[in-house]
């Protein structure tokens, strides 16, 4: 497995314990939590919290008839270099208790101590609280902050371009410099993958390089591939990309290179996990207009036809941040399996030479 060590390490231990609670209160406003309070008396980093809590927000959640409610979330923030021991979060726990919030959210700058982490399953069991206990640590503020640069910038956590920290080490070597790939081995190291992991990744390119005839559809419930003449998946992308290769126009290296480089950024940006947020928020804006155009429309067989279309979109943008983060799992698998091996091409072809002539010597 390729080396991720040169990744810009996420971390929170430069901050002060009131600069991660700013860093939190910060996020779940642009997590899109409203009415968020943060109960710090002063800010000084020894001021206690108000009441022992740190943050106070709702969640508005729209039902399925359209209607909103809301949910009372409290949230703690524990800021330690090294796992948060059971008793810090014993009073975040009691004061819950006492104030019946929907849920409550603990929060560690790094994680929870094997014993923080036993101690809240038994809880669970033993007093069935009737508030929900959430634990976000490191990794998930990683996440769910990944796409807000400004903020990770304020903090010192990025750069600026919060998606560099997620790109794959053998993406970034692969752009360094020029690549002297060849199709057979390229296609040698494609086999070789799950078959439907592979066609999640070539699939991106069956329609430029594949070029598939199709007819005119006959109702609009059918789908692209109904309305395909030609056959479209790997066995014919496999077969046209050594066709147009024979075709001498394009040298061997440079048809590789723009395979290997367009799946490169076909998968990283549907697995782009740094614009889940912005990808939601296009859909919403969408689905917005969408709802004025049902409003609108005079045709009651539009308006219907529009309403179906708003559903099935709706249904769609549930599922977006999940169908990126899936994605993202594919592009890993890409950069892992293939780009890695064809980063090592080179290396090979050249020791093969080296022995070949040694042997003939």
Not at 64 to 92: L, N, Q, T
Not at 139 to 165: H, I, M, Q, R, T
Not at 328 to 335: L, N
Request: one cysteine or more; hydrophobic letters at 35%.
């Amino acid at each position: 497995m390729t080396d991720i060590s040169n990744r810009k390490k996420f971390s929170f231990d430069h901050l002060t314990p009131t600069e991660f609670e700013e860093f939190c209160f910060r996020l779940l406003k642009l997590m899109g939590f409203k009415n968020v309070k943060w109960r710090k008396g002063t800010g000084f980093d020894a001021s206690p919290s108000d009441q022992g809590r740190d943050i106070e927000c709702d969640r508005l959640i729209d039902d399925i008839d359209g209607k909103v409610h809301v949910e009372k979330w409290f949230v703690e923030c524990k800021h330690y270099k090294e796992g948060v021991p059971p008793d810090k979060i014993a009073g975040a726990l009691a004061w819950a208790e006492a104030e019946s919030p929907d849920v409550l959210v603990v929060i560690a700058s790094n994680f929870f101590s094997n014993q923080t982490v036993e101690h809240l399953k038994k809880y669970r069991q033993n007093r069935k609280p009737h508030f929900r206990i959430k634990e976000w640590e490191l990794p998930d503020l990683e996440e769910y902050s990944n796409d807000k640069p400004l903020l990770l910038s304020v903090f010192g956590l990025s750069a600026g371009l919060a998606f560099l920290n997620i790109m794959h080490p053998a993406h970034l070597e692969y752009m360094k410099s020029t690549q002297l790939n060849t199709l057979d081995y390229f296609f040698v190291c494609m086999d070789e993958l799950e078959e439907g992991k592979r066609n999640e990744i070539a699939s991106w390119l069956y329609m430029p390089i594949i070029q598939a005839r199709s007819r005119e559809p006959i109702n609009d419930k059918e789908t692209l591939k109904d309305l395909l003449i030609d056959p479209e998946g790997y066995e014919t992308f496999k077969q046209k990309c050594y066709a147009i290769l024979n075709d001498g126009l394009i040298p061997d290296p440079w048809f590789t290179s723009f395979l290997v480089s367009h799946l490169l950024q076909a998968t990283f940006g549907h697995g782009n996990t740094t614009a889940i947020n912005s990808a939601v928020q296009r859909m919403k804006d969408s689905l917005a207009f969408m709802d004025e155009l049902e409003k609108d429309s005079p045709d009651k067989a539009e308006a219907a036809h529009i309403k179906e279309a708003r559903l099935r979109f709706k249904k769609h943008l549930k599922e977006t941040p999940d169908r990126i983060r899936e994605g993202y799992k594919i592009y890993e698998y890409f950069c892992e399996e293939v780009v890695t091996k064809l980063l090592q091409e080179e290396m090979m072809r050249s020791y093969v030479k080296h022995e070949s002539k040694d042997l003939s010597s």
